[in-house]
């Protein structure tokens, strides 16, 4: 993953939100755009080790698309590194519940080692950790 610093992501979110009241010619055009904007945003806040104010966009963008199990799995992951550690795990199980076989399960599987991990269960933690496709 890249390294990204905060006050790069800055003026993305001067866009995001500059452009959050405006009235679009096409709404759904311009919705998925800012979704996609978001989603971006978040991605870099975690990147660069921001999990906190990726959360509230990310848990927008799950709330918007519930089927979309990316954002889930990156809510998860932000969940995790702010200590979060049920309501990731919750996420997690969730994902894997419903698209086990989806190729990012993977990183459901990594979130819920490290919960297990952290646990103290070593037999759960090691099970995931060999669920976990090696690219």
């Known amino acids: 993953m890249v390294r990204v610093s905060v006050s790069n992501v800055i003026p993305l979110a001067r866009n995001v939100a500059a452009t959050k009241d405006r009235k ?3 709404p759904e055009l311009v919705a998925d755009v800012r979704d996609a904007e978001h989603y971006n945003l978040a991605r870099a ?13 990310l848990q927008g963008l799950v709330d918007r698309h519930p089927g979309d199990l990316r954002f ?3 809510l998860a992951e932000a969940c995790f ?3 979060e ?3 990731s ?4 199980d969730g994902i894997l519940a419903r698209a086990r076989r989806h190729p990012r399960a993977s990183l459901a599987h990594a979130v819920l080692a490290e919960h297990y991990e952290e646990q ?3 037999t759960r933690a090691t099970f995931h950790r060999s669920q976990i496709k090696r690219a």
């Not at 795990?89 to 997690?92: I, N, S, W």
């Open 81 to 83: 590194a702010t200590g």
């Open 89 to 92: 795990k919750t996420l997690a």
């Open 45 to 57: 806040l975690l990147g660069a080790d921001e999990p906190k104010p990726a959360m509230p966009i």
């Open 24 to 26: 679009p010619d096409f």
């Open 72 to 74: 889930q799995l990156f």
């Open 85 to 87: 550690i049920e309501r």
């Open 120 to 122: 103290g269960d070593d």
